[in-house]
Nanobody, 120 residues
Framework: QVQVLESGGGSVQAGGSLRLSCQASGTISFNYGMGWYRQAPGDQRELVAG???????NYGDSVKGRFTISRDNAKNTVSLQMNSLKPEDTAVYLCYADVIVLPRPRRNYWGQGTQVTVSS
């Protein structure tokens, strides 16, 4: 079993910053990558940022230049530094871990999500 636990989030005014953290734990055989998606009410889930074990990053267009993702491979943790926040960043942020837990196939495991609210 794999547990994905997020921390951080909260409420902030536009232009402010927040930092999210996430840790994957359990009997992980290999961790390919971790990252964040977000989902606002009535909207589809969208990619915020992802990072592979090799350090290759991928960002959603709406957050490029404002958000930075980083990870600690040894601890299976990932962090998301969010700067210059906008009201449209308001959403539930969900962490995923792209892992193998033998003998099961590779899949994403998800956290419960953490709320980020940005007021104007």
């Amino acid at each position: 079993q794999v547990q994905v636990l997020e921390s951080g989030g909260g409420s902030v005014q536009a232009g402010g910053s927040l930092r999210l953290s996430c840790q994957a734990s359990g009997t992980i055989s290999f961790n390919y990558g971790m990252g964040w998606y977000r989902q606002a009410p009535g909207d589809q889930r969208e990619l915020v940022a992802g990072i592979t074990t090799a350090g290759v990053t991928n960002y959603g267009d709406s957050v490029k230049g404002r958000f930075t993702i980083s990870r600690d491979n040894a601890k299976n943790t990932v962090s998301l530094q969010m700067n210059s926040l906008k009201p449209e960043d308001t959403a539930v942020y969900l962490c995923y871990a792209d892992v193998i837990v033998l003998p099961r196939p590779r899949r994403n495991y998800w956290g419960q999500g953490t709320q980020v609210t940005v007021s104007s």
